[in-house]
């Protein structure tokens, strides 16, 4: 598969991650770390339907390295308990602002890998980019911190440096499959659940409803997300995977709009512009190169 194709693959990853606000929305009350438990075991067995056409799958997970254990468990689990953490302790929106700034570091952190090379138009994108995504989150209003300074705001920057860091690193890993992420995901989803134990109570009284959001939380962005994003930041363009994934709030944002769960305002259109035109300069080597 080629760069530019592998970069798309990636791009679908973000698309689905549109999804998470209103399937978050939609699953109702349900205890977050329970949430995260039930979506990553969901996820676990997407990736593991791919086992049947890959018989050696099993074989190269249990051969994985505690290091590389470590790296995925570590960043996808605790980049999802620092999220939870930092909105518990800090206004949503606020802790929303600064957890956006992943796509940046992304951006900042793929020019110190090998072959790569930062430009100024990767630079103008990821800011566009990212003035789009605090338009569109803060609608207009900026990051205020009008309680103060907050441990949840402290908590979110973290999470934006380890799940950027994260996505990066895994690009050292190229040669591993994604489809062994299942086990990650299942992995993630144990640990989930022991954290639920000791720290929330159980509900199994939910709605058809909420349990159609459930399975298609863990199908779509805590599951088949993963795999492509995995895929997409190994062999595809992260600089430009970076810039592109301010589409995420926007995409939420419109999908909630959609389902009646927000409201318009003026800041989603320019957010749309900024968004989108951030994306395309980031993206200008491999949209309008020759033929």
Known sequence: MTKSRATLVGFSAVLMWGLLAFLSKTAGD??????????????????????LFRRDAARALLGLSWQVWALYVGGLFGCHLLYFIAVRNAPIVEVSLIAYLWPLLIVVFSAFMPGARLRFHHIVGVLLGLAGAFLV?????????????????????????????????????????SDVVAGFCLACAALSGASHFFAETTLWSMSPVQWTAIVALGVLPMGAAFYAWDFGMKHGDSMILGAASYTAPLLST??????????????????SLLITAGAVIAAKDMIFRPA
Do not use: E
């Open 30 to 51: 349900v205890p977050p770390l329970q949430l995260t438990a039930m979506s990553f075991f969901i996820g676990g067995l997407v990736g593991l339907a791919s086992w």
């Open 254 to 271: 419109g999908v909630l709009l959609l389902a009646g769960m927000a409201s318009y305002h003026w800041s989603i259109a320019v957010a």
């Open 137 to 177: 989150i803060s609608k207009g209003q900026g990051l205020s911190l009008a309680n103060g300074l907050q441990p949840g705001h402290l908590i979110a920057l973290p999470y934006a440096v380890l799940w950027a860091a994260f996505s990066v690193t895994i690009k050292r890993y190229g040669a591993i499959p």
